[in-house]
């Protein structure tokens, strides 16, 4: 099993800025994808950004220009860095991963992490 664990979640104000880090605990893993999910109350959870091994990011339009995603896949960490937060981030955001094992494809969520943007 995969265990990941999110950080660096909390409150800031509009315009500010945070870094969220995600980290997949195991051993051997073969990660193809990571990437950050948000869900606000009463919207379905989206992708936020993606990262897959070889390299390819892909972003939501509401954070293109803002958002950061980068990812060290020898660590089996990846983070995203978040600029000029508005209100209209604020949600729990979730790290997933997406991992092959013995050829078979699984996906693990992480427990998420707050972000509250105040205006």
């Known amino acids: 099993q995969v265990q990941l664990v999110e950080s660096g979640g909390g409150l800031v104000q509009a315009g500010g800025s945070l870094r969220l880090s995600c980290a997949a605990s195991g051993s051997s893993l073969s990660i193809i994808v990571m990437g950050w999910y948000r869900q606000a109350p009463g919207k379905q959870r989206e992708l936020v950004a993606a990262?897959?091994?070889?390299?390819?990011?892909d972003y939501a339009d509401s954070v293109k220009g803002r958002f950061t995603i980068s990812r060290d896949n020898a660590k089996n960490t990846v983070d995203l860095q978040m600029n000029s937060l508005n209100p209209e981030d604020t949600a729990v955001y979730y790290c997933?991963?997406?991992?092959?094992?013995?050829?078979?494809?699984?996906?693990?969520w992480g427990q998420g992490t707050q972000v509250t943007v105040s205006s």
């Open positions: 990262s897959t091994s070889g390299g390819t990011t």
């Open positions: 997933k991963a997406t991992v092959v094992i013995e050829l078979r494809p699984y996906t693990f």
